[in-house]
C-alpha cells in the first residue's frame, strides 16, 4: 500500500466510523466505544507510520484533480505528520476517559460521533495541501466542538456554543475572503504552487490581516478569545480535547503552514503578532488569577499558553520553531492532563468554583499528584517536558524579537506560576471541604496519570520529541527560503 | 571516571526512589548507604579533572558534564553535609510522618545537586538547578500541614528567579553562541551583556538566599523539618549559589573591578548583611534566629565576590564552605534543643547547658566562628573579606564589621537565653541528644576548628587554585590593624551583653537596647508591617495588576457579549420598523425604486 492511501486511511477512517457509531450505538454501547477508540487508534498508528519517511526527507501525496483549482490534495511533511501524531496521540487518551465519564450522560452516540468526526476533520486540516479543503476541514471541526460544547443541551450551554461558533466561524469567513485574494494573487489554492508563485513577491497587508483574524479566532487569541473560557461549560473530556490539546493548535498550525512553510511574513506583520501575542499572553494570564472557577482558570492558561506558541513560531529563528513545536506536544499533554483533572474534580466534588473546594489531596492523592505534575509541565520546571519547550521558544525569541517582547512572556511565564499555584493549593491543599469526595474511577485516574507521566518522560527523554522537533524546524525553515 | 560522574547523578537518584517505596527498617540504612556511597565516589573525585558528554537536543544543548578541582571541592563538600544530615536524621526524624518521603526528596536533591555543580553546560545545569525547586516544596510541605502556603512561596520565589536565569541562559546563548560553561568568554560591557550578567546572577544569588530572594527562608525554618534547614538552606542550596556566582562572575563574565556591577553586587551583600542581621537580632525563636544568619552570611559571601579581588573571591569562597559547616551544624544544634527540650521558643528555654554538655560545647564552637572569633574558621574568611572590601571603599567594611558586632551580639543571645540562667518551663528533665545526633553536631565542630587552624594550607593549596591564573595566590600577611578592630568589636559586643544582663536581669532582652535605638527602631516597623518582606510586595503588586488585566478581559468579553448583539439587535430593529405592512409605503418604496433604476439606465 502506498503512502498516499495511508493517508486516506488517517483521514477517512474517523469521518467514515463517525457515521457508523450512532447506529452501532443502538446495538451495543461497549461495542461502539471500542470501535471510538479503534478509529482514532487507526489514525494515530498510520501517523506514527508516516513518521521515518518523513524524516528521510520524503514526502506522502494524494491527489484527486479537479476543476477550478480545487484538487483534493493530501501532503504529508514533517510539520504535518508531527502535528498529527500529537493530535491523534492524545485524543487516543482522552477517548478512553470519555469511557468512564460519559458513561452517565445522555446522548453518547452523538458524543461519541463527533468526537470522532472532529478527529478526522482535524487530520483532514493538517494533512491538506489546498487551502481550499484546509477551510473545509476547519469550518467542520468548528461545527462538531459547536456540537460538543452544547452537549449538554441546557439554554446556557447552547448560548455559550453559539457564541464559540460565531466568533471562530466569523473569523474563518474573514480567513476565507484571504484565500482568495491570495488565489488572486498566487493563481493557485495549493500551498506548494502558491510557495513558487510567491517566492519573490511579496503579498498584500490585507490577505495577511485577514488570513490572521482567521487563525487568531480559532486560536482564541486576544481580541478575539473570550470564547474559549465560556466554552468551559462542556464536559470535561469535550473541553480537554477541543480547548487544549487539539481545536485551539489548529490556527497555530495554520500560522505555521500559511506564515512559515509558504509565504514568510514581512517585518512590520511579525512585530504585529508578537506584540499581540504579548499581549494576550498576560491579559489571559492576569484574568486566570482572578478567575474562581477551575476549569475557566484552565483555559485561560490555555490561552496565555498559546501566545508563547506563537512567539516561537512568529520569531522565525530555528531554535524558536523547534520550541514551539515541542511547545505544542508538551502543552498539549500537560494541559489535557489539567483538564481531566478538573474533570475528576469536577466530577466527584460536584462543583468546579475553587473557593469551594479545598484539600482535595487528601482524598484523590493520585490526581492531586497529576494535576501538580502536569501544572509544573506548563510552568516550565524541570525535568517535565515544559521546561525544554519554554527555553527554546525564549532562546528563539531572544534572537528573533526584541528585548521587550520577551520582558512581557516572562511576565506572563511569571504569572504562569502564581495562577496554577493558586488553583492548586485552592482544589487540593488546606482544608477538606466537601467530605463526600473521592477518588475518580480507575480508567480515569489512569489516563491523567498516563498524562502526568508522559509530561515527565517528555522532560527526561526530551531528545527523542527534540530530535523531530529540530528536523522539522530546520525542513520548515528551508522551504520558507 | 565519565561513568563515576554519572554515578554521581543517578546513584543518589535511584536511591531516592527506592527510599519512596522501602519499608520503614531497610529505608534509613539504605538511605545512609546511598549517601555514604556518593561521599566515597566524591573523595575519589578530589582534585581530579574529566569530563563526558552526550549529544542531548542540539541548539548547544548536550548533557555534558565535568569535574574540576573547583567543582569537585564543591560536589565533596555537598556530600559530606548530605551524609551528616542523613546520618542526625535517622534519629532526629524517627518519630515523625512522611519519613519515606523526606529520604527520597533528600536523596533525589543531592542527586540534582551534583547535577547541577558537575554540569558544563547552562541548560543541564538549569535542568538540576531548576528540578529542585519540586523537591523544595515536598520537603516543606511534609513539615506539617499548615506548611503549604511556606512551600508555596518557596517555589514561587525560586521559580521566578530560575525563569530569569533561563532568560539569562537564553542571551547568553545568543551572546557567546554557545552553552558550555567552560567556552563562555564575556565581558559585562554592553546594555545585553549586562542583562545576562544580572539575569544570571538573580538565578544564583536565590539559590544562596540573598535578600531580596530570602523570606521563604525563616518562614520555612518554622513550619520545613529541621533536618531539610540544615540541610538545603543552609548548606547545599550555599555551595550551588555561591559556587555558580563565582563561575559566572569569574568564569564566564570577566566582570571588572569598580565597575557598576561589581558595585552593585557588593552593595547587595552589604545590604543583605546588615538588614537580615537586625531582623535576627530581635527573633525569639533559636531557629528562625538561625535562619535570618543563614540569610546575613551570605552577603559577605557576595560581597566578597563582588570585590572581584583574589582575596575576596577566595575568601568568598572559603567563607562558603565555612558557612555551610557551622550553620548547618548550628541548626542540628537546634534540632537536638527541639527534640530533647520540646520546644526552639526562647522564652521557654534556659539552662540546658549542664543538661546537653555535648550539645552545648558545640554550639559555643560554632558560635564563635559565626561571629568570627579567631582562631575559629570564620574569623579567617571574614578577614579576607574585610581586606578586599576595605580595599573597594570604606563603607563595604564598615557594614561588614557592623554585621560582626551585631552576629556576636545576637548569638551571645541565644547562647545565654538558651543554655545558661535559669531553667524554664520547656526545659525541665531534658536529656543529651543520641548518638548519631551528637556524632554529625561534633564533626562540624570538629571541622571549624580544624578549618580555622589549618586555614593557610586550605587556603593556598585547595582554594586558590579555584581562581585558575591567579592560583599562585598567597595568602596576604595578616593586617594587624584589621584584626584588631575585629577584636575590639567582639570584645564590644561581649561588654555590651554583659551590661545589658545585668541591667535587664534577663539575657532573652539583652538586644533590646539595639532594637529601640531611634533610627533602627523605624526600620524594624517597616520590617514588622512585611514591607521588608519582597513577596508579599510582589503579590500585592501581581493582584493589582492582575485586576486591571482581568479587568480588560471582561471589558473585551463584554463587546462580544452585550455590544454587538446590541448593535445587531438595533440596526435589525430599524429593518423590521422599515416593513410597516401598510401598502402605501411600499409603494412610495416601489417607485422610488423604479425612478432611482430608471434614471440610473438613461445616464
Not at chain 2, 448583539?565 to 418604496?589: D, E, K, Q, T
Amino acid at each position: 500500500m502506498s503512502n498516499g492511501h495511508s493517508l486516506l486511511i488517517i483521514v477517512f477512517t474517523p469521518i467514515i466510523c463517525a457515521c457508523i457509531l450512532p447506529v452501532l450505538g443502538k446495538v451495543s454501547a461497549a461495542f461502539r466505544n471500542y470501535l471510538a477508540l479503534a478509529a482514532v487508534l487507526v489514525s494515530f498508528v498510520y501517523s506514527a507510520s508516516l513518521l521515518p519517511l518523513v524524516y528521510k526527507g520524503e514526502l506522502a501525496t494524494f491527489t484527486v484533480a479537479m476543476p477550478l483549482g480545487f484538487d483534493f490534495t493530501l501532503r504529508a511533511d514533517s510539520l504535518a505528520v508531527f502535528m498529527a501524531c500529537v493530535s491523534s496521540f492524545i485524543s487516543v487518551i482522552i477517548v478512553l476517559y470519555s469511557f468512564d465519564y460519559i458513561s452517565h450522560y445522555r446522548n453518547q452516540n452523538e458524543y461519541y460521533s463527533f468526537v470522532v468526526l472532529f478527529l478526522g476533520s482535524m487530520m483532514g486540516l493538517v494533512f491538506s495541501g489546498n487551502l481550499v479543503f484546509l477551510y473545509l476541514f476547519w469550518e467542520i471541526t468548528a461545527i462538531t466542538s459547536w456540537r460538543l460544547i452544547g452537549f449538554s443541551r441546557e439554554k446556557e450551554h447552547a448560548l455559550r456554543a453559539d457564541k464559540a461558533l460565531l466568533m471562530t466561524v466569523s473569523g474563518a469567513l474573514l480567513m476565507l475572503l484571504g484565500f482568495i485574494r491570495l488565489y488572486l494573487e498566487a493563481g493557485s489554492f495549493d500551498l506548494a504552487a502558491i510557495r513558487l508563485a510567491l517566492q519573490s513577491q511579496s503579498i498584500s497587508g490585507l490577505t495577511v490581516g485577514l488570513i490572521l483574524a482567521g487563525i487568531f479566532s480559532k486560536s482564541a487569541t486576544l481580541p478575539l478569545h473570550t470564547w474559549l473560557p465560556d466554552a468551559g461549560i462542556a464536559p470535561a473530556p469535550v473541553t480537554a480535547l477541543l480547548h487544549a490539546a487539539v481545536l485551539v493548535k489548529i490556527g497555530v498550525y495554520a500560522f505555521a503552514r500559511i506564515f512559515i512553510v509558504t509565504i514568510p511574513l514581512d517585518l512590520p506583520w511579525k512585530t504585529f503578532v508578537l506584540v499581540l501575542c504579548g499581549i494576550s499572553a498576560l491579559v489571559s494570564a492576569g484574568a486566570a488569577y482572578r478567575e474562581t472557577d477551575l476549569k475557566r482558570i484552565i483555559a485561560y492558561s490555555t490561552i496565555s499558553q498559546i501566545a508563547f506558541i506563537f512567539l516561537g513560531f512568529a520569531c522565525g529563528v530555528q531554535i524558536g520553531v523547534a520550541g514551539a513545536l515541542l511547545y505544542i506536544l508538551m502543552h498539549g499533554l500537560a494541559k489535557a492532563g489539567l483538564f481531566l483533572c478538573a474533570g475528576i474534580v469536577e466530577h466527584n466534588a460536584k462543583t468546579k468554583d475553587i473557593t469551594r473546594l479545598g484539600g482535595l489531596i487528601n482524598v484523590m492523592p493520585v490526581t492531586a499528584l497529576a494535576f501538580l505534575f502536569c501544572a509544573f509541565s506548563v510552568m516550565g520546571v524541570p525535568p517535565l517536558g515544559g521546561f525544554f519547550a519554554k527555553y527554546m521558544v525564549f532562546a528563539g525569541a531572544m534572537e528573533g524579537s526584541s528585548f521587550w517582547i520577551v520582558s512581557v512572556f516572562l511576565l506572563g511565564a511569571i504569572l504562569t506560576i502564581l495562577y496554577l499555584y493558586r488553583a492548586f493549593s485552592a482544589v487540593f491543599l488546606g482544608e477538606l471541604k466537601i467530605s463526600a469526595s473521592r477518588e475518580g474511577s480507575p480508567v480515569m485516574v489512569f489516563c491523567v496519570a498516563l498524562f502526568a507521566a508522559l509530561s515527565l518522560a517528555g522532560g527526561i527523554l526530551v531528545n527523542y520529541p527534540g530530535v523531530l522537533a529540530r528536523y522539522t524546524a530546520q525542513q520548515m525553515l528551508s522551504w520558507a527560503r | 571516571m565519565m561513568h563515576k560522574l554519572l554515578l554521581l547523578i543517578f546513584l543518589p537518584f535511584g536511591a531516592g526512589l527506592l527510599a519512596l517505596v522501602l519499608p520503614r527498617r531497610l529505608r534509613e540504612g539504605m538511605a545512609l548507604a546511598a549517601a555514604a556511597a556518593d561521599l566515597f565516589i566524591a573523595a575519589s573525585l578530589f582534585g581530579k579533572d574529566s569530563a563526558c558528554l552526550m549529544p542531548w537536543l542540539g541548539f548547544g544543548i548536550d548533557f555534558s558534564l565535568r569535574v574540576y578541582n573547583f567543582s569537585a571541592f564543591v560536589v565533596f563538600a555537598a556530600a559530606g553535609f548530605a551524609f551528616l544530615v542523613v546520618l542526625y536524621s535517622t534519629s532526629f526524624m524517627r518519630a515523625k510522618p512522611c519519613l519515606g518521603q523526606f529520604y527520597g526528596y533528600v536523596l533525589i536533591s543531592l542527586s540534582f545537586v551534583n547535577g547541577a555543580l558537575l554540569a558544563d553546560n547552562l541548560i543541564v545545569l538549569l535542568f538540576f538547578w531548576e528540578g529542585l525547586l519540586i523537591l523544595l516544596f515536598g520537603l516543606i510541605r511534609i513539615g506539617r500541614k499548615e506548611a503549604y502556603p511556606t512551600a508555596i512561596k518557596a517555589f514561587v520565589i525560586s521559580g521566578i528567579a530560575d525563569l530569569c536565569m533561563m532568560a539569562g541562559i537564553a542571551l547568553t546563548w545568543r551572546l557567546a553562541g554557545t552553552l558550555a560553561i567552560s567556552k563562555i568568554n564575556l565581558s559585562t560591557d554592553g546594555a545585553l551583556a549586562g542583562t545576562a550578567f544580572v539575569l544570571l546572577v538573580i538565578g544564583a544569588i536565590s539559590k544562596a538566599g540573598a535578600m531580596p530572594f530570602h523570606s521563604w527562608i525563616p518562614d520555612a525554618a518554622e513550619d520545613a523539618p529541621l533536618s531539610f534547614m540544615a540541610f538545603l538552606p543552609a548548606s547545599l542550596d550555599k555551595l550551588l549559589g555561591i559556587y555558580f556566582l563565582i563561575r559566572i562572575s569569574w568564569d564566564m563574565f570577566k566582570l571588572q573591578e569598580g565597575s557598576f556591577l561589581s558595585i552593585a553586587l557588593m552593595s547587595v551583600g552589604a545590604l543583605t548583611i546588615v538588614l537580615a542581621v537586625m531582623v535576627a537580632l530581635v527573633q525569639k525563636d533559636y531557629k528562625r534566629l538561625l535562619s535570618y544568619h543563614a540569610v546575613s552570611q551570605t552577603g559577605y559571601m557576595i560581597m566578597g565576590i563582588g570585590t572581584c579581588l583574589p582575596a575576596g573571591v577566595i575568601g568568598g569562597i572559603f567563607h562558603m564552605i565555612n558557612h555551610a559547616t557551622y550553620k548547618s551544624g548550628l541548626f542540628l544544634t537546634a534540632g537536638s534543643v527541639e527534640k530533647q527540650a520540646g520546644t526552639t521558643d526562647l522564652e521557654k528555654l534556659g539552662g540546658l547547658g549542664s543538661r546537653m554538655p555535648v550539645t552545648f560545647i558545640c554550639f559555643t564552637v560554632m558560635a564563635l566562628s559565626i561571629s568570627g572569633c579567631p582562631p575559629f574558621n570564620g574569623f579567617f574568611s571574614k578577614e579576607l573579606i574585610y581586606d578586599a572590601a576595605l580595599e573597594r571603599g570604606l563603607i563595604f567594611y564598615l557594614a561588614a564589621i557592623m554585621g560582626s558586632l551585631l552576629t556576636a551580639v545576637s548569638f551571645l543571645k541565644l547562647g545565654h537565653s538558651a543554655y545558661l540562667g535559669a531553667r524554664r518551663s520547656g526545659s525541665a528533665d531534658t536529656k543529651e541528644a543520641p548518638a548519631a545526633m551528637l556524632v554529625p553536631m561534633i564533626v562540624t565542630a570538629a571541622a571549624c576548628v580544624m578549618l580555622g587552624l589549618g586555614s593557610r594550607f586550605v587556603l593556598e593549596r585547595w582554594l586558590a587554585p579555584f581562581l585558575g591564573e591567579a592560583g599562585a595566590w598567597h595568602m596576604p600577611a595578616a593586617n594587624i590593624m584589621l584584626i584588631i578592630l575585629t577584636i575590639v568589636v567582639l570584645l564590644a559586643a561581649l561588654i555590651h551583653h554583659l551590661l545589658r544582663v545585668r541591667a535587664t536581669q534577663d539575657a532573652l532582652k539583652s538586644a533590646d537596647d539595639i532594637y529601640h535605638a531611634p533610627f533602627i527602631r523605624a526600620v524594624y516597623a517597616l520590617a514588622e508591617k512585611k514591607y521588608a518582606d519582597p513577596y508579599e510586595a510582589g503579590l500585592a503588586a501581581m493582584g493589582l495588576l492582575t485586576r486591571a488585566l482581568a479587568w480588560l478581559d471582561r471589558k473585551i468579553d463584554w463587546v462580544y457579549n452585550v455590544a454587538i448583539p446590541g448593535m445587531n439587535n438595533a440596526f435589525c430593529g430599524r429593518l423590521s420598523a422599515v416593513h410597516s405592512g401598510y401598502y402605501a409605503v411600499y409603494i412610495v418604496w416601489a417607485l422610488a425604486g423604479s425612478i432611482a433604476a430608471v434614471l440610473f439606465l438613461l445616464k
